[in-house]
Structure formats: structure tokens, C-alpha cells
């Protein structure tokens, strides 16, 4: 089991936000979720998660606005972020990209090496 930890599932998809969350509960993880980058930037705010799980193309605030915004602030500069996005070649800041569709499995290991390991660790 790797490390458990607080996950911030951002994606403009209901499904898509309903699979990642059972995937990540299954494994015993703490899951909150965001339906773009604007919603995803106040719930760090109110209680930073210790992973960023988002996908890139939103309504509202994209996952490159989201990124750079994390980035920018001091406080949330740390948080490793996990871009799962069909267009993960926009993925620049990321810590880690994964194109959709991914297999479970390839997606929980990457989740759990950077709640870990952290930023550094990619």
C-alpha cells in the first residue's frame, strides 16, 4: 500500500470525477473534487490537498491556468500535480502526465509515487 493521502480530483466530467475518486478511495485515499480550475483553486485554498489530479481542457479555468496559479503561490507551490488529459501535450508544469484513457493501475502508481515522494520525485 503506498501512502495515503488527501487527492483533489479536477475534471469538468461528472463520470470521469465519479471513476477517479473509487479508484483512489478503493486505495484507501482521501478524496475531494473540483468541476474546473477555478472551483479546484478554492478548495486548495480552504484545505490543501497533498495531490492535484486534473484534467486540461475545462469550462471556467483550464488545467494550464489551474498549474500555473498552484505555482505562482508560495503555499500551494509544492502540491505535486497529476495532469490524466487527452491533451496532456499542454501539460507543461505538471509533475506527471497521463494521456486518457489510462489503466487504473498505471494511474494509482503515479499517484502514490508523488504523494511519496512528492515534487521532486519525477
Same mark, same amino acid.
Given at each position: 500500500?503506498?501512502?495515503?493521502?488527501?487527492?483533489?480530483?479536477? @475534471?469538468?466530467?461528472?463520470? %470521469? =470525477?465519479?471513476?477517479?475518486?473509487?479508484?483512489?478511495?478503493?486505495?484507501?485515499?482521501?478524496?475531494?473534487?473540483?468541476?474546473?480550475?477555478?472551483?479546484? %483553486?478554492?478548495?486548495?485554498?480552504?484545505?490543501?490537498?497533498?495531490?492535484?489530479?486534473?484534467?486540461?481542457?475545462?469550462?471556467?479555468?483550464?488545467?494550464?491556468?489551474?498549474?500555473?496559479?498552484? =505555482?505562482? @503561490?508560495?503555499?500551494?507551490?509544492?502540491?505535486?500535480?497529476?495532469?490524466?488529459?487527452?491533451?496532456?501535450?499542454?501539460?507543461?508544469?505538471? @509533475?506527471?502526465?497521463?494521456?486518457?484513457?489510462?489503466?487504473?493501475?498505471?494511474?494509482?502508481?503515479?499517484?502514490?509515487?508523488?504523494?511519496?515522494?512528492?515534487?521532486?520525485?519525477?
Amino acid at each position: 500500500m503506498g501512502s495515503v493521502g488527501r487527492i483533489l480530483v479536477v @475534471d469538468d466530467e461528472p463520470d %470521469l =470525477r465519479f471513476i477517479l475518486r473509487r479508484v483512489f478511495a478503493r486505495a484507501g485515499h482521501e478524496v475531494a473534487e473540483a468541476g474546473d480550475g477555478a472551483a479546484a %483553486l478554492a478548495s486548495v485554498r480552504e484545505s490543501p490537498p497533498d495531490l492535484v489530479v486534473t484534467d486540461m481542457m475545462m469550462p471556467v479555468m483550464s488545467g494550464v491556468e489551474l498549474i500555473r496559479a498552484l =505555482r505562482a @503561490d508560495p503555499v500551494t507551490t509544492a502540491i505535486p500535480v497529476l495532469v490524466v488529459s487527452g491533451d496532456s501535450h499542454l501539460a507543461a508544469d505538471a @509533475d506527471a502526465v497521463l494521456a486518457k484513457p489510462c489503466r487504473h493501475a498505471e494511474l494509482l502508481e503515479l499517484a502514490e509515487g508523488l504523494l511519496r515522494e512528492g515534487r521532486d520525485a519525477q
